[in-house]
């Protein structure tokens, strides 16, 4: 007789985020790893980062062995339910929507007047001691 899988949504995985309770989602399916926090060689924040969405390509990334896949068969508690994945609204800009280019320009030369600063100021250096030198 076959097993029932359990489905969970990307949200109810999601919200297992902490160090007591964390769930992570690789390949579709979805693993409690609260108990593996502690053990895990890459620490405890890999997998508390890798919660809230598809942890797969850091997963592969990261290069696990065979006898870690093997492993961690034993924290899956189901499968990613994919016929109801959450697809975000995306934001519609109208062509006519007023831009003021010009404000922006602005607020990001006040957010960031370091760096232009910081090059005139090096600037004004190589240039008196090439001054100096001649």
């Not at 902490?18 to 579709?28: A, E, F, H, S």
């Amino acid at each position: 007789m076959p097993t029932l899988t359990k489905l969970y949504t990307m949200q109810e995985a999601s919200q297992h985020n902490t160090k007591g309770n964390c769930w992570v989602v690789i390949d579709g399916k979805v693993y409690d790893v609260s108990t593996y926090l502690d053990d895990h060689p890459g620490g405890d924040d890999v997998l508390l980062d890798a919660t809230g969405r598809d942890a797969t390509e850091d997963f592969e990334d990261a290069g696990h062995s065979k006898t870690a896949r093997e492993e961690m068969e034993a924290f899956c508690i189901g499968e990613l339910d994919t016929t109801s994945l959450d697809i975000p609204e995306l934001e519609i800009f109208s062509k006519n929507q007023p831009t003021d280019y010009p404000k922006k320009l602005v607020d990001l030369t006040k957010r960031y007047w370091a760096v232009p600063a910081a090059v005139v100021g090096i600037s004004v250096v190589v240039a008196v001691l090439h001054l100096r030198k001649k």
